[in-house]
């Protein structure tokens, strides 16, 4: 509906959705429903109603969104949380106990990246992936976690 709108929000909300999702596909490490696994959360108006998608050593992620708010001159600035139990994530990667390190990257449907700050943090057995500060359209937030250099 975006070029219907003008690409312009007529307004706000504050509403907030929970919802449980059924395994992740594309790695055993993701099957496990006997414990939580991971909390993704965004203010993204649409967004892929399933798990991260674990493809070619990425966690892939889609969101979508109205770029303007309304009055249409201010932006909607994006925001995106991951945190998965690290565990998990060693799991997925065929890591042992070694520190983990993740990048996120927010991808156009172009493929290009674009502007946004990212944040990631390993403590207490949780690993925690953000990014904020991208502007909506049709985006991939792509998530690929390492090692930790030394």
Known sequence: YRKQVND???????????AS?????GSRCL????????VVTTNALGY??????????????KVTGLHYLPGGQDLVLGS???VMRSD?????????????YATVSVLNEKGTKSTASTVVSEKNGWLKMAAYGF????KTIKVKITKKKK
């Not at 999702?21 to 596909?25: D, F, L, T, V």
């Not at 998990?88 to 983990?100: D, V």
């Open 8 to 18: 312009i929000s007529i307004g706000t909300n504050r509403v907030w959705n929970f």
């Open 21 to 25: 999702m059924a395994a992740g596909s």
């Open 31 to 38: 099957q496990d429903t006997s414990k939580v696994l991971g």
């Open 48 to 61: 892929a109603g399933e798990s991260p998608a674990f493809k070619n050593g990425f966690l892939d992620y």
């Open 80 to 82: 995106y949380d991951l």
């Open 88 to 100: 998990t994530a060693r799991c997925l990667y065929g890591f042992g106990k070694t520190p983990l």
């Open 135 to 138: 502007t909506f359209s049709k």
